[in-house]
């Protein structure tokens, strides 16, 4: 079993920065990519950037493109998303979770989910 936990999420201004963590324990040697999803009220949850955990590939959304950025520490068995420009459209509760096998953007191929953590944009 694999358990995530998110953190950093919090009230930011429209231009603004935040960075998230999702820090992983357990059966991690299990994990194959780690992604970030996020789902706005009324919305459906969607892909945001995902990463390799071996070797570092990423892939993000084309709304985050040039904004976002998702990176590893293997040593802690975290994963970071780093947010820059966020505007309004980026308030979400945001997600990581874990992928053996599967499309990185289909939320439905992940395994494992952490609680969540909410990240809201004043415009």
């Known amino acids: 079993q694999v358990q995530l936990v998110e953190s950093g999420g919090g009230l930011v201004q429209a231009g603004g920065s935040l960075r998230l963590s999702c820090a992983a324990s357990?059966?991690?040697?299990?994990?194959?990519?780690m992604g970030w999803f996020r789902q706005a009220p009324g919305k459906e949850r969607e892909f945001v950037a995902a990463?390799?955990?071996?070797?570092?590939?990423?892939n993000y959304a084309n709304s985050v493109k040039g904004r976002f950025t998702i990176s590893r520490d293997n040593a802690k068995n975290t994963v970071y998303l780093q947010m820059n420009s966020l505007n309004p459209e980026d308030t979400a509760v945001y997600y990581c979770?874990?992928?053996?096998?599967?499309?990185?953007?289909?939320?439905?191929?992940?395994?494992?989910w952490g609680q969540g953590t909410q990240v809201t944009v004043s415009s």
């Open positions: 979770a874990s992928l053996r096998r599967g499309e990185w953007g289909n939320a439905y191929d992940y395994d494992h």
């Open positions: 990463i390799n955990w071996s070797h570092g590939s990423t």
């Open positions: 357990g059966r991690t040697f299990s994990m194959y990519t």
